[in-house]
């Protein structure tokens, strides 16, 4: 893995997620930059819904508007953000990224029924940190470059792959200090899922 034509999706953990056909919508899919690394963007389905016959079907939800990073030497994901329209569905991206995150890295979700104004830290099985702020209006991709204080010129003229590594190395570098919540209590108290359509106009 020393050379980027060396990196196939199939050396990654995307490769198995591939094959367990969870990448979906994806608008890059390719090596980045750094020697051994392939960059995802696109959507990870968590759950799927019966399939009658061949019958192909949507996922029933997805992690949506994912931002990340494989490492091919180690076979894990160490960046990644990505958007829940439900907090309750955090537990889904544990179990079905179990074996491809690591308790070092940085996983941070947008998700839609939370309060607005809160930001969480929430403790996840295998010593997995989620970072958790809210997001209505707006994009993963936009939320993060705010996040990370990245002006959209700053990337203008670099290629997919140069700013997906651009802004997933700021992102591993964001402290993101937030209060611990824990999952149970992040589901106790989490508000209706709003509707994503409601305030577009028609």
Do not use: C
């Not at 990505?82 to 995150?101: I, P, S």
């Amino acid at each position: 893995m020393t050379t980027l034509e060396t990196v196939r999706l199939e050396d990654t953990a995307f490769g198995t997620l591939a094959s367990q056909h969870r990448l979906l919508n994806a608008v890059l899919k390719e090596p980045l930059p750094k020697a051994g690394t392939f960059g995802f963007r696109g959507d990870i389905a968590l759950a799927f819904q019966d399939q009658v016959a061949d019958e192909a079907r949507p996922p029933a939800y997805s992690l949506e508007q994912v931002l990340a990073v494989a490492d091919a030497s180690t076979g894990k994901i160490p960046v990644l953000a990505g958007y829940l329209h439900n907090f309750a569905w955090l537990k889904d991206v544990a179990d079905v990224l179990a074996d491809f995150l690591v308790p070092e890295g940085t996983y941070l979700f947008f998700v839609n029924n939370i309060d607005f104004l809160k930001q969480y830290t929430v403790p996840l099985p295998g010593g997995i940190i989620a970072k958790i702020l809210p997001l209505d209006e707006s994009t993963v991709w936009k939320e993060t470059l705010e996040l990370v204080g990245i002006e959209k010129n700053d990337v203008k003229k670099m290629s997919g792959p140069e700013k997906l590594e651009h802004v997933l190395n700021a992102l591993a570098d964001e402290t993101m200090s937030y209060p611990e919540l824990s999952y149970e209590d992040g589901v106790a108290t989490m508000e209706p899922v709003r509707n994503r359509n409601e305030n577009r106009p028609v």
